[in-house]
């Protein structure tokens, strides 16, 4: 049992589509763990920040999801959670920024820590 690191984000895009069809809207899928949250990060192609469609613009969403204490761990069986408080609360955001591309929205995310992979 591998638990996901603290202040990294992992790609879950796999793991959410095969969650929820809802998440087939989405290019990427990432989850990051926080002390007292969860984030989830969402990426739709075409889409700028105020939700008009803008080819070749890359929209990331963002939502914090409070953890129900600070030391739940996150690992890969346990995703099921924060995908169902996602599609629960109809797919809400906390934040969003538009990028020219996917490299750029990902760059940003790594921040130096890199991009996690679940097999």
Known sequence: MKYLDFAKYYDVTKQAKEYSKE???YEKVFICVDTWD??????????????????????????????????????ESRLKIVFEHDTEAGFENWDNEDYDNLEDVV???DDGFGIGEII
């Open 23 to 25: 998440y087939d809207m």
């Open 38 to 75: 969860f984030w989830i990060v969402r990426i739709q192609k075409d889409y700028n920040k105020a939700y008009e469609v803008e080819v070749g613009k890359w929209l990331m969403e963002r939502e914090k999801i409070a953890k129900p204490n600070k030391r739940f761990q996150l690992e």
């Open 107 to 109: 760059e940003d995310l």
